[in-house]
């Protein structure tokens, strides 16, 4: 079986855990300060919209490479 999205538990436990630790040292501001800075003003309405994103950005390439192999045939 071969897939993407398939992460066996054995192998991945130690790679989650070092995250979630990873992640309690960033809330606790435990990281050094050049960490922190990297606020970019463009990925801070694209973060509180992503669901949204995720949505509609399927329908819309879908209607794209439909309309661009629909032309491509008829060419």
Known sequence: ???ADFYPLIPYTLLFLSFAIMTK???EKKLPKFFYRG?????QPV???S???YLFH???LFALFYLFFDLMKLG
């Open 47 to 49: 973060g509180r919209n």
């Open 51 to 53: 669901l949204w994103i």
């Open 39 to 43: 606020i970019i003003p463009f990925l």
């Open 58 to 60: 399927q329908p819309v």
């Open 1 to 3: 079986f071969a897939s």
């Open 25 to 27: 040292n960033i809330r």
